[in-house]
């Protein structure tokens, strides 16, 4: 819970931060810096801040948008659909795997070790392999395998 002690989830949401400035809310509010925002921000939060991360090809921000076109494009092409479902398994090493059709698959390594890969081509990656076909820990890739 957050502060007051109320039921509510306010505690696990904060503004956006659109600027790494904090003295103005981190442009989420015009308000002068001694108005307080319903919810504050914690300290550091700049570092997320949109205006940051538009200029970090490898950011949250970056990665999300080469996702969502990277989505349209699969689906444009046919190797998925909105109806296809997923099937989901575990394999060694913590790595959880998601196929949504025959072509094209999801990979989330869970473990503490990075793992292999399913074999095809890596289209997306959370951040770089370790070595060709080697997903780090607390990463996910998107897969596409041979037609």
Request: aromatic share 8%; hydrophobic share 45%; proline share 7%.
């Amino acid at each position: 819970m957050w502060a007051r002690g109320g039921v509510c989830r306010d505690g696990a949401r904060v503004p956006l931060p659109w600027t790494e400035d904090a003295a103005l809310n981190h442009g989420f509010s015009l308000a002068e810096p001694a108005v307080q925002p319903w919810l504050p921000q914690p300290a550091g939060w700049g570092r997320y801040a949109v205006e940051r991360q538009q200029q970090d090809q490898q950011s949250g921000l970056n990665l999300a948008r080469d996702a969502l076109e990277l989505r349209r494009q699969l689906w444009e092409k046919g190797v998925f659909t909105a109806d296809d479902g997923g099937s989901w398994r575990v394999e060694a090493g913590g790595l959880l795997v998601c196929e949504r059709s025959a072509r094209f698959l999801v990979a989330v390594a869970m473990g503490t070790e990075p793992v292999r890969l399913p074999s095809g081509t890596v289209l997306l990656s959370a951040s770089p392999l370790v070595e060709d076909g080697w997903l780090q820990p607390d990463n996910a890739a998107w897969v596409l395998r041979e037609a």
